[in-house]
């Protein structure tokens, strides 16, 4: 492979990791439609696993517990999880911007790249959700939730 092909794939691969998004509204329409439909939690969780990028880096899994995509793994090198980051993300959100290290810059930035501030609020202080968060969290698809439910389907349905 010659140097600017090398380059381009590489621009490619990051441009791609910019997790693509129903909009809130979709993704509340699509929910309400579905609950209304008599749809189990494991096929609302499905819906989440597929749409909101959690399928980029897991794969559905088994026994309660995600896989991993090769993207995932290769991610996971440079960033410890979700769990972890989103107990970074707990601490960085205490503090204020401008006071952040270069490190919790990076993962502020991560969690933001990885589409976590889909549903995962920063408010200055502390964590929160936004609308479309609320929503899962009263439906209880949190992604714990999620990944207990799409990791516990019968294969048919995988
Ligand atoms: C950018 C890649 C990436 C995305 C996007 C992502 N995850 Fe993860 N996730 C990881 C990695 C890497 C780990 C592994 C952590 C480890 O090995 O401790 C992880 C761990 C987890 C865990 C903890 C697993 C366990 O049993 O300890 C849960 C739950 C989880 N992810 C759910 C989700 C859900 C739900 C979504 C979508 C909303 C999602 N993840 C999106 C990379 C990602
Ligand atoms: C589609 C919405 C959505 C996306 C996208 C999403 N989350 Fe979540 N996540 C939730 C909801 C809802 C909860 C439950 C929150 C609660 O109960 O307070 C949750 C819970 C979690 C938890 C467990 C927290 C706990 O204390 O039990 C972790 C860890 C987490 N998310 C990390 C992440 C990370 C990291 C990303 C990005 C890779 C991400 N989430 C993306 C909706 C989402």
Known sequence: MNRTLRVLVGLMGSLTLV?????????STTLDRMTAD???????ARYVFDSHGC???HTVGAN????????????????????????????????????RTATQKQKAARFEEFGCTFCHRITPGKMALTE???????????????????????????
């Open 132 to 158: 479309v968060g609320t929503k899962l969290t009263h439906l209880h698809l949190g992604c714990v939730d999620v990944e207990k439910l799409v990791a516990s389907q019968p294969p048919a349905h995988r």
């Open 19 to 27: 997790v693509a998004q129903p909009s809130a509204q979709t993704t």
């Open 64 to 99: 309660g517990k995600l896989g991993f995509t090769e993207r995932g793994k290769q991610i996971g090198k440079g960033f410890e999880g979700c769990i972890s980051l989103l107990t970074a993300m707990n601490l960085i959100a205490q503090v204020p911007e401008g006071q």
């Open 55 to 57: 399928k980029s880096c």
């Open 38 to 44: 008599g749809k189990s939690s494991q096929e609302l």
